[in-house]
């Protein structure tokens, strides 16, 4: 595609639930990345991918967060029973291949648990 | 790993003066510094980057600049306009089985008074 997509754009969920957070790279793009952002905080990594292995999960916060991509393309991040302080935008970003290159960011996905 | 500090966390300059935002890396093996530009709402997009092979860049009224030795780089826009006022994160890479993931700073936000 022409961009980064994410959805839902938003998402309310009940404490306890589970969430899927879906993101779709751009077409080519082999590197995807996933961080998280807080009101009115930085951005804070969570796990990226090359290919469809993932060689750094060191920024999960938990093993309630999971994140998997599929043919090199769209990528999903489950969060299972889901706590408030979950809430944040989930931001995913790509980049051409590995390495240093400036990333694409998708809108987000706003997350509240209530 | 890696760790970016950046400051100010706030700045406001008047229409037409210069910004300028500091940022210091502790990983001496980082080679790619970006900045980004989040507008209230929207997502991050990338406005200008450096490489470490260079110590000086300019994009019209946007330079940044790297002190490897010291590990600090800069940005700095001349001429401010009110389409200026956002949030601005510096990045760089980490290095080592990590080296695709950017770290990024804490933010600043700059307001540009009329």
């Known amino acids: 595609g022409a961009g980064v997509s994410q959805s839902p754009s938003n998402k309310v969920t009940e404490k306890g639930k589970d969430v899927e957070l879906r993101c779709d790279p751009i077409?080519?793009?082999?590197?995807l990345y996933w961080y998280r952002q807080s009101l009115g905080q930085g951005l804070e990594f969570l796990i990226y991918f090359q290919g469809n292995s993932a060689p750094d999960k060191s920024g999960l916060p938990s093993d309630r967060f999971s994140a998997e991509r599929t043919g090199g393309s769209v990528s999903t991040l489950t969060i299972q029973r889901t706590q408030q302080e979950d809430s944040a935008v989930y931001l995913c970003?790509?980049?051409?291949?590995?390495?240093?290159?400036?990333?694409?960011f998708g809108s987000g996905t706003r997350l509240t648990v209530v | 790993g890696e760790n970016v500090e950046q400051h100010p966390s706030t700045l406001s300059v008047q229409e037409g003066d210069s910004a300028v935002i500091k940022c210091t890396y502790s990983d001496s093996a980082s080679n790619y510094f970006p900045w980004y530009k989040q507008e209230l709402g929207k997502r991050p997009q990338l406005i200008i980057d450096i490489r470490s092979n260079v110590g000086e860049k300019k994009d019209q009224r946007i330079a940044v600049t790297l002190n490897k030795t010291a590990k600090h780089f800069s940005l700095h826009i001349t001429e401010t306009q009110p389409e200026d006022s956002a949030v601005y994160f510096c990045?760089?890479?980490?290095?080592?089985?990590?080296?695709?993931?950017?770290?990024f700073g804490s933010g600043t936000r700059l307001s540009i008074r009329p």
């Open positions: 077409s080519g793009h082999t590197a």
């Open positions: 970003a790509s980049s051409p291949r590995q390495g240093n290159y400036g990333y694409t």
């Open positions: 990045a760089a890479t980490a290095s080592g089985s990590s080296a695709s993931k950017i770290i």
